[in-house]
T-cell receptor
Framework: NAGVTQTPKFRVLKTGQSMTLLCAQD?????MYWYRQDPGMGLRLIHY???????AKGEVPDGYNVSRLKKQNFLLGLESAAPSQTSVYFC??????????????FGSGTQLSVL | AQRVTQPEKLLSVFKGAPVELKCNYS??????LFWYVQYSRQRLQLLLR??SRESIKGFTADLNKGETSFHLKKPFAQEEDSAMYYC?????????????FGTGTRLTIIP
């Protein structure tokens, strides 16, 4: 049982290049999230999904796109990378209960540097 | 708007000494508070949730609505407590998309 798996773990891009980060979960979770972690900023939500085929904007969505074509996968895309997108990216997932809150399960992170 | 403040970026404590990681919040409604922890080379994970009122790995945290605080405490620090700790806030009955994280405190336990 791998939980939440992120690929790649590290990536270096040049300004203007594009890339896709993949998040996969094997817990049959409805909800999936993409966060970025920057020094002195904590974790900030980029985009999230409440189910297959749905996506929604989080706190800092500009410059990113996402897709959830399959329930187990949540892709984060950078169409034209900028140095300001240098960060550590975390994917997370959670189940759904009538009480709304469920524990977040995190991936191990992707260190992205944009030169 | 909801906000979480962790005033200490870094905190060093001797092994066996008491630990207190500070967390203050701002929220107009009924809050739910959490502590998440990231140990070296491990994933970020939930440590405890205020509504559960439980002690995990010797840590406790009490929600003080009067002082709008949710400080994390442990009476005797252990070396394995060294980690990055994040306080997080949500409104009661809201999903994780509304979760707000603090900036984190890196705790180092000195042997």
């Amino acid at each position: 049982n791998a939980g939440v798996t992120q690929t790649p773990k590290f990536r270096v891009l040049k300004t203007g290049q594009s890339m896709t980060l993949l998040c996969a979960q094997d817990m049959n979770h409805e909800y999936m999230y993409w966060y970025r972690q920057d020094p002195g900023m904590g974790l900030r939500l980029i985009h999230y999904s409440v189910g297959e085929g749905t996506t929604a904007k989080g706190e800092v969505p500009d410059g990113y796109n996402v897709s959830r074509l399959k329930k187990q996968n949540f892709l984060l895309g950078l169409e034209s990378a900028a140095p300001s997108q240098t960060s550590v990216y975390f994917c997370a997932s959670s189940g759904r209960t009538p009480m709304r809150w469920e524990k977040l399960f995190f991936g191990s992170g992707t260190q992205l540097s944009v030169l | 708007a909801q906000r979480v403040t962790q005033p200490e970026k870094l905190l060093s404590v001797f092994k066996g000494a008491p630990v207190e990681l500070k967390c203050n919040y701002s929220y107009s409604g009924s809050p739910e508070l959490f502590w998440y922890v990231q140990y070296s080379r491990q994933r970020l994970q939930l440590l405890l949730r205020h509504i559960s009122r439980e002690s995990i790995k010797g840590f406790t945290a009490d929600l003080n609505k009067g002082e709008t605080s949710f400080h994390l405490k442990k009476p005797f620090a252990q070396e394995e407590d060294s980690a990055m700790y994040y306080c997080a806030l949500n409104g009661a009955n809201f999903g994780n998309e509304k979760l707000t994280f603090g900036t984190g405190t890196r705790l180092t336990i000195i042997p």
